[in-house]
DNA sequence: TAATTATTTCGATAATCGTCGAATTATCGT
DNA sequence: ACGATAATTCGACGATTATCGAAATAATTA
């Protein structure tokens, strides 16, 4: 259990939120919610062929912001906010000047939340 | 003046922090703050040849992650905190459940801060 | 079992990214 | 002006990424 995500997680995560239709496709899941959606409906959404977002999808499973589960004959992906949240939680902590005051506010925001 | 940032910005700044060196040289130059680093210096300390440096400089520049001034026969770079705040804020209002309560704290969070 | 639907995997291809060393530009000191 | 320093730009190369269509896998329905 890592509850704190480490350089090489993060690098993961923001190079499969760094691509047109990847971004889309995770901000989609995110509305979405809990339910999530069916790889059809999404490539259907996003308009991009079922194998090219296969492509997708697995990046950003793989980078662990999204999970997928089966459910018949469709399989269906949800976004993973914990994952979104650790991400965020890097960020801040790591790239939003602790010491000197810049993003000194950002920071104590999300370190209430903790 | 846009004090927010569109998808496009999004995906650019996202692509830009998606390296290891890039992260760790955006992270230096965060804790560095505002009187930031020379080139040379940034070089030595991540350990890459300068060409290599200059290429990765460009992308956070690029991207507006980071910013550049000569003085004298050195470039300082110096990070960028509103425009990593600007990346913050995409992210929490597109990427963490608005509607849905999942990421709603977080999100609520950063509102505050408007 | 055979046909249908939903999705992934594979193979080929084009495009972009990252690295290196050599050449170039800009600035400073003598 | 000349040589030295700091950094970028360029060109070549290998590695990775993204796209497409065809074939393969999995589950449902007739």
Redesign the interface.
């Known amino acids: 259990m890592d509850a704190t995500m480490d350089?090489k997680q993060?690098?993961s995560a923001?190079?499969a939120?760094?691509?047109?239709n990847r971004?889309?496709l995770?901000?989609l899941l995110?509305?979405r919610?809990?339910e999530g959606l069916a790889a059809g409906v999404i490539a259907e959404r996003l308009g991009v062929l079922p194998s090219s977002l296969s492509f997708h999808l697995q990046q950003l499973v793989h980078a662990g912001l999204i999970t997928q589960k089966r459910v018949s004959r469709q399989i269906i992906y949800a976004?993973n906010?914990d994952a979104?949240?650790r991400l965020?939680a890097y960020?801040?902590e790591?790239?939003?000047?602790e010491?000197?005051g810049?993003?000194a506010?950002?920071d104590a925001?999300?370190r209430?939340?903790a």
Chains 1, 2 share one sequence.
């Open positions: 350089a993060t690098i923001l190079g939120l760094a691509h047109e971004l889309q995770f901000r995110v509305q919610g809990p976004a906010c979104m949240g965020m960020l801040t790591n790239c939003c000047a010491a000197s810049a993003c506010p950002a925001a999300w209430k939340l």
